[in-house]
């Protein structure tokens, strides 16, 4: 599981290590919010409806869930456990209330915190996305120091200053794992 604030550099280093790594997948979040132009359902995130989702809470079908921004977002037990199942090693990128509630429910699962080089770099990455207001990136610096705050909480802390070196690191990890089990 790998997790780290907005602007980190997650997504970039997760996909580096899934191309690096073979018996390797990211398991796909479930999400109340409606598709963006070009997302397709079970590829980007699994859409369902609140109600839907709402269902599958109630029924215990979902490792963690958490409301932002008005919507939903969760990852399902089915996805996890299907993938890992197949003799797949399974990454979720998921935010640090979701990576707690999947300690409690897989103890042995193991957390990986992505940090920024510092907090002048992060906000000059979210910045450079060019999509939030000044309101909105302060609000996420302010998430992010919370988050940096809880990386103790973690198996493993890897800085991403520079992302091919960060996705090296994490891949040698995961490496290490799977030749002690």
């Known amino acids: 599981m790998i997790s780290g604030p907005s602007g980190a550099g997650k997504g970039t280093v997760i996909a580096r290590v899934l191309e690096s790594l073979d018996g390797l997948s990211l398991s796909v979040s479930a999400t109340t919010r409606p598709p963006r132009p070009g997302e397709v359902d079970g590829v980007q995130y699994h859409f369902l409806s609140r109600d839907e ?16 921004g008005g919507n939903l977002y969760g990852t399902l037990r089915s996805d996890v456990e299907d993938r890992l199942a197949e003799g797949s090693d399974v990454i979720l990128e998921i935010e640090l209330q979701g990576a ?3 300690r409690r429910a897989l103890p042995d699962a193991e957390l990986i915190f992505i940090a920024p080089p510092s907090f002048g770099d992060l906000a000059e990455r979210l910045r450079g996305r060019g999509t939030e207001s000044e309101e909105a ?3 996420r610096l302010r998430i992010a120091r919370e988050e940096v705050a809880a990386a103790r909480e973690f ?7 520079e992302a091919d070196k960060a996705a090296r690191e994490v891949a040698e990890l995961i490496a290490a794992r799977r030749t002690a089990i």
Do not use: Q
């Open 53 to 68: 989702f709402e269902c599958a809470v109630g029924e215990g079908r979902f490792l963690e869930w958490v409301e932002y």
């Open 137 to 139: 990136i302060a609000a």
């Open 155 to 161: 198996d493993h802390v890897v800085v991403n200053d």
């Open 100 to 102: 707690r509630n999947v």
